[in-house]
């Protein structure tokens, strides 16, 4: 009989094994590769396709073990309700900064002034402990032990923000800040690239309203853009990094991330170790 293959979303990448979902069953089981770091290639919300050799049934835990055969970037899986927007009237930054900055905002002023939004934010701490101290908050929480060199910690308290909603874009960031900082750039991509995706489930290619960096709960899916665009540039798609920039400036004039410094440094030819080093 010859080895089957199937689809599975891949929920939490450990050290000898994987949590995955079998999308035919709904179950969620344990993947075994047969070689070391199989998992390198891969990031928690990417669909994988396994050619099963082998399964078994341990403690009431189902194993598989076998080859990946392909994997891509599906939102289907993952069962994603779209984030909510709160509309907040005109935005007008002269109203809101004074026309001494009016030069600062010519590109938008020249547009005409559009409506702002704020985008719905998830977590677990969000949803569920309001009213708890931010120091509290998962996420940065996973940031301090990470910085501090519990990667492992630090990685199982962001995917269990996934686990608790994939639409958690700060999980899907913070994911991909530690794999800038071991210069995984092409996992780093793929954890942008779903974090945008989420976000563009709600913020349409039909679009025409600001989503201003002064809007608190916009920050997350602005930095999924800017990071996004940063692991473009890393891998050397420049023209889609600057396209991704430009999106990201447009949707937030106020530009508290700093956008239009990748703009102007990838239109003069940097590259972004070059552009690293200025900034």
Same mark, same amino acid.
């Given at each position: 009989?010859?080895?089957?293959?199937?689809?599975?979303?891949?929920?939490?990448?450990?050290?000898?094994?994987?949590?995955? =979902?079998?999308? @035919?069953?709904?179950?969620?089981?344990?993947?075994?590769?047969?070689?070391?770091?199989?998992?390198?290639?891969?990031?928690?919300?990417?669909?994988?396709?396994? %050619?099963?050799?082998? @399964?078994?049934?341990? #403690?009431?835990? =189902?194993?598989?073990?076998?080859?990946? %055969?392909?994997?891509?970037?599906?939102?289907?899986?993952?069962?994603? #309700?779209?984030?909510?927007?709160?509309?907040?009237?005109?935005?007008?930054?002269?109203?809101?900064?004074?026309?001494?900055?009016? *030069?600062?905002?010519? @590109?938008?002023?020249?547009?005409?002034? /559009?409506?702002?939004?704020?985008?719905?934010?998830?977590?677990?701490?969000?949803?569920?402990?309001?009213?708890?101290?931010?120091f509290d908050d998962p996420i940065c929480m996973a940031m301090d032990l990470f910085n501090s060199g519990?990667?492992? #910690?630090?990685?199982?308290?962001?995917?269990?923000?996934? /686990?608790?909603?994939?639409?958690?874009? *700060?999980?899907?960031?913070?994911?991909?800040?530690?794999?800038?900082?071991?210069?995984?750039?092409?996992?780093?991509?793929?954890?942008? @690239?779903?974090?945008?995706?989420?976000?563009?489930?709600?913020?349409?290619? *039909?679009?025409?309203?600001?989503?201003?960096?002064?809007?608190?709960?916009?920050?997350?899916?602005?930095?999924?853009?800017?990071?996004?665009?940063?692991?473009?540039?890393?891998i050397g798609e420049k023209n889609d990094a600057l396209k991704t920039f430009k999106r990201c400036y447009?949707?937030?004039?106020?530009?508290?991330?700093?956008? /239009?410094?990748?703009?102007?440094?990838?239109?003069?030819?940097?590259?972004?170790?070059?552009?690293?080093?200025?900034?």
């Open positions: 009989m010859s080895p089957s293959c199937k689809d599975y979303l891949l929920i939490h990448i450990k050290s000898k094994h994987a949590n995955i =979902k079998d999308l @035919e069953t709904g179950r969620e089981l344990l993947f075994r590769p047969k070689r070391q770091h199989y998992f390198m290639d891969y990031v928690e919300g990417e669909t994988l396709g396994i %050619t099963v050799e082998k @399964e078994w049934e341990y #403690k009431k835990n =189902k194993y598989i073990t076998g080859e990946i %055969t392909g994997s891509r970037i599906d939102l289907g899986p993952m069962e994603i #309700k779209p984030l909510g927007l709160t509309e907040h009237g005109i935005w007008d930054p002269i109203k809101i900064y004074g026309e001494d900055l009016k *030069d600062e905002f010519e @590109e938008y002023l020249e547009g005409g002034l /559009r409506m702002s939004y704020e985008m719905e934010q998830r977590s677990s701490y969000k949803l569920e402990k309001p009213e708890d101290d931010p519990d990667i492992e #910690k630090a990685s199982a308290m962001l995917v269990n923000e996934l /686990r608790y909603d994939w639409a958690c874009l *700060d999980a899907h960031n913070h994911l991909a800040i530690m794999d800038d900082r071991s210069k995984s750039y092409p996992e780093m991509k793929k954890r942008y @690239e779903i974090a945008v995706e989420i976000g563009n489930l709600t913020i349409t290619d *039909d679009f025409k309203g600001v989503l201003p960096w002064g809007a608190i709960d916009n920050r997350p899916f602005l930095r999924s853009l800017h990071g996004y665009g940063l692991a473009l540039w890393h447009s949707l937030a004039p106020d530009d508290g991330i700093g956008v /239009r410094f990748c703009i102007n440094s990838l239109q003069d030819g940097l590259t972004i170790e070059e552009f690293s080093r200025n900034n």
